[in-house]
């Protein structure tokens, strides 16, 4: 079964970085697809990026797009959200998440969750 644990949320001013991170454990990560998404209270949840390592597959959302990137470390069973240039409108619940065979795009196709961590970006 595989486990996530994501960290490295905080509260950040308008134009600055975070780096988010997601202990994985329980997975082949070349048979798996590994997403970010993020949540706002009384909105869906939205797919930000996703990496397929074992077919060398990227995705960002056009909201994302340029500022966001998606890495992983396979040595360390760790996957990486770095953030660059935030905004307000990026303050949310970032989740990461991970599905076997391929990279799905409804969250309700994904099949395990981390807990979630908490990004709050002011002007």
């Known amino acids: 079964q595989v486990q996530l644990a994501e960290s490295g949320g905080d509260s950040v001013q308008a134009g600055g970085s975070l780096r988010l991170s997601c202990a994985v454990s329980g997975y082949t990560y070349r048979k798996y697809c590994m997403g970010w998404f993020r949540q706002v209270p009384g909105k869906e949840r939205e797919k930000i990026a996703t990496?397929?390592?074992?077919?060398?597959?990227?995705y960002y959302a056009d909201s994302v797009k340029g500022r966001f990137t998606i890495s992983q470390d396979n040595a360390k069973n760790t996957l990486y959200l770095q953030m660059n240039r935030l905004k307000p409108e990026d303050t949310a619940m970032y989740y990461c998440?991970?599905?076997?065979?391929?990279?799905?795009?409804?969250?309700?196709?994904?099949?395990?969750w981390g807990q979630g961590t908490q990004v709050t970006v002011s002007a």
């Open positions: 990496l397929y390592s074992g077919l060398g597959s990227l």
């Open positions: 998440a991970a599905r076997p065979d391929w990279c799905a795009t409804s969250p309700a196709d994904w099949n395990s």
